[in-house]
């Protein structure tokens, strides 16, 4: 299994600025995914990240407004710009187990926008 | 801390008892299937996993069923115990390459002693 630390793991911010959210992993992997939780709701997939390479967004989310870092094997960040009320949610990293199969997750990180 | 599952649908067991949550998917050609549990505060937790050649997968006191002509997946625990108390997630697998999870709506589930 992999071991997945998320700083912060919480977060009050003003509307109209923007947070990056960190995710560090105990081990190399190739693919690096982030989540958006809403209060009271399943998990969303935002985008893909890929070392090397920029990262694929999913439908209804754009790389303006979540810009995403892969700098190594190990590491990822996640921005979330211009942040509004409606971004408060729980933001998660994942990478694929061995073979590409189970994921593991970070323990969120809780946004609450004001 | 604020719960994950304030407007999910919920579930309430006594403890001892066996526990049933199920889980429609969305698509056919969804190969890979995983259980998850998510407790408050916590990101999700792999529970057990299924794929799409299996009918029925156990582990300890976890039960995963799939019903491919249905589209339809259940968890069983067995014996619920308070530290089951979470929300449980189902989620299927749509590209054999990445391992992109797509997410059901989650059902949480509470133990009574």
């Known amino acids: 299994s992999a071991v997945i630390s998320q700083k912060p793991s919480r977060d009050i911010c003003q509307r109209g600025t923007s947070l990056t959210i960190q995710c560090q992993v105990d081990s190399q992997v190739t693919m690096m995914f982030w989540y958006r939780q809403q209060p009271g709701q399943s998990l969303t997939l935002i985008a893909t990240?890929?070392?090397?390479?920029?990262?694929?967004?999913e439908s209804g989310f754009v790389i303006d407004k979540f810009p995403i870092s892969r700098p190594n094997l190990t590491f990822s960040t996640l921005t979330v710009s211009n942040m509004s009320p409606e971004d408060s949610s729980i933001y998660l990293c994942?990478?694929?187990?061995?073979?590409?199969?189970?994921?593991?997750f970070g323990q969120g990180t809780r946004l609450t926008v004001v | 801390g604020e719960s994950v599952g304030l407007h999910l649908p919920t579930l309430s067991v006594q403890e001892g008892d066996n526990s049933i949550i199920n889980c429609a998917y969305s698509n056919s050609a969804s190969d890979y299937f995983i259980w998850y549990k998510q407790e408050s505060g916590k990101g999700p937790q792999f529970i057990i996993d299924?794929?799409?050649?299996?009918d029925k997968r156990q582990g300890q006191r976890v039960t995963v069923l799939l019903n491919k002509t249905v589209k339809h997946l259940s968890l069983q625990i067995a014996a619920t115990q308070p530290g089951d108390s979470a929300v449980y997630f189902c989620a299927e697998n749509l590209n054999n390459a990445g391992n992109m999870l797509t997410f059901g709506g989650g059902t949480r589930l509470m133990v009574k002693p």
């Open positions: 994942s990478v694929s187990g061995t073979g590409g199969t189970e994921a593991f």
């Open positions: 299924i794929r799409s050649n299996m």
């Open positions: 990240a890929n070392q090397g390479s920029e990262a694929t967004y």
